[in-house]
């Protein structure tokens, strides 16, 4: 799903039918609303069954189809299941040059593309898959999910995310034995996650190649990564299950939605900065505005019978407009715009002040907490433990981090470990060091409150 698939210069087409993919080619008639469709090529699949396939989008400079310029190679991302072997074939579709788009020929008679095969990902037990590709079309992100976990570890099955890039490969030679360049060659990468959990959302940035991974149990982490799965930067941790990045691939918003409260937390990624947060609870519609300044949320009849809103934010989190609306709001949308009429602009200094501010009033804050915890001993805690409590490391919020610096190798190790059961970060005090330790207490009080 969905079965038939559009290029966007509309030109191609594929359409899956049991046991082969068919690319349909669009030809001049009169009126031009009403063009006929002529089939290009079809792609047997034997035994196997094609239940997933994308079409890559195409890169800008291709869009423009002229009588010098044939119709660009139609590139598609193609998940396979044969028997108990499952994979992605990245193959590619080149409609002969003698069938022009204007042409009048018959289906019968209109001369076949040629199929080529370019890349193969095995899957082991993959039962469900999430094709995305880049906004090139030259990575591709395949999400894939097995309903039952052959480990017994996690009840709802597994997921695993792997990346498929098109890199450099070896040198090409050339009669005279010299080097010509080199031959562009797919690789793939298994995405390396430090918290375990299931993947709960990925979403590939509208300007660059850069996607950013949810992942790991609540609360979950959120990861950016570049085009070769080297983490970039880390959001830190939240009660998030959803990504939605502005048109213009500057702000990206984290939410918890559907069965969590609602919590947004705002960003701006060229920077690297968190903007503001802001709670939309039950919010079933979000997207940004098409000038990237906005942020529209809608909570719609029928998955919520009552409370019916909607509600405009700032890309900073500060709500602007609530409208409770009719009882019953079926949908909301923004009017729809090209990206060109809107300008990519950075956050305002306003905002920009406050975001300092904030970060300056909660490092002094912070400073004077770790200076009076010194100062007072800390209260006795009764140790506990759960039969099922996850480790401290993968409970406890994790703040943002740049992850550029570090090697790679470091990046899969937790920052904080757990103590055995019955024990304390807190040494053993003898008799005489207690007694100095009153004594302190006594002189730090009669002083007064720290400020």
């Excluded at 598609?76 to 074939?89: K, P, S, T, Y």
């Excluded at 002969?96 to 076949?112: G, M």
């Excluded at 709001?329 to 990206?339: F, H, N, S, T, V």
């Excluded at 099922?388 to 994790?398: G, K, L, Y």
């Amino acid at each position: 799903w969905p079965y038939v698939q559009w290029r966007a210069d509309e030109l191609l087409a594929a359409f899956a039918q049991p046991g082969a993919l068919v690319v349909f080619r669009a030809l001049a008639s009169t009126p031009p609303l009403a063009p006929r469709l002529q089939e290009a090529g079809r792609l047997e699949l034997g035994w196997g069954e094609a239940c997933t396939f994308a079409l890559a989008p195409l890169p800008a400079k291709l869009h423009h189809h002229t009588e010098a310029h044939p119709v660009a190679p139609l590139r598609l991302a193609i998940f396979m299941q044969e028997h108990n072997a499952h994979r992605v074939d990245i193959t590619e579709f080149t409609p002969s040059v003698a069938a022009d788009a204007s042409c009048e020929q018959d289906d019968a008679l209109a001369p076949a593309g040629i199929w080529a095969k370019h890349a193969t990902l095995a899957l082991e037990g993959a039962e469900d898959l999430s094709l995305k590709w880049s906004l090139d079309g030259s990575s591709l992100l395949v999400l894939s999910t097995t309903h039952v976990d052959d480990t017994n570890q996690h009840y709802y099955g597994t997921t695993s995310l792997q990346l498929m890039y098109k890199g450099k490969g070896a040198k090409k030679k050339s009669d005279g034995g010299g080097d010509v360049g080199s031959v562009a060659q797919w690789h793939s990468s298994a995405i390396e996650m430090d918290h375990p959990g299931p993947i709960h959302d990925v979403a590939w940035s509208p300007t660059i190649n850069q996607f950013i991974v949810l992942y790991g149990s609540m609360p979950a982490k959120a990861v950016l990564y570049n085009s070769k799965a080297e983490a970039v930067f880390s959001f830190g941790t939240g009660a998030y299950n959803t990504i939605e990045w502005s048109p213009h691939g500057r702000f990206v918003c984290l939410g918890g939605f559907g069965n969590l409260a609602g919590k947004m937390s705002f960003w701006d990624t060229s920077v690297r900065l968190a903007l503001g947060s802001a709670t939309a609870r039950c919010a079933i519609y979000r997207k940004f505005s098409p000038c990237s300044r906005f942020f529209l949320t809608a909570v719609t009849f029928p998955a919520l019978r009552v409370d019916n809103e909607l509600a405009v934010w700032r890309y900073d989190g500060t709500l602007l407009y609530r409208d409770k609306g009719p009882e019953q709001l079926y949908q909301a949308e923004w009017k729809p715009a090209p990206l060109a009429l809107w300008q990519d602009r950075s956050a305002s200094p306003a905002v920009l002040e406050r975001v300092t501010l904030a970060q300056t009033q909660a490092a002094s804050s912070s400073a004077a907490v770790s200076l009076s915890s010194r100062a007072a001993p800390e209260p006795f805690r009764r140790a506990s433990f759960s039969l099922h409590a996850p480790n401290q490391a993968e409970v406890q919020d994790s703040a943002p981090q740049d992850l550029a610096p570090v090697h790679k190798s470091k990046q899969n190790q937790l920052h904080a470990a757990g103590l055995p059961f019955g024990q304390t970060n807190q040494p053993t005090l003898s008799k005489s060091q207690l007694k100095r330790r009153k004594k302190k207490e006594k002189e730090l009080s009669a002083r007064g409150p720290l400020i």
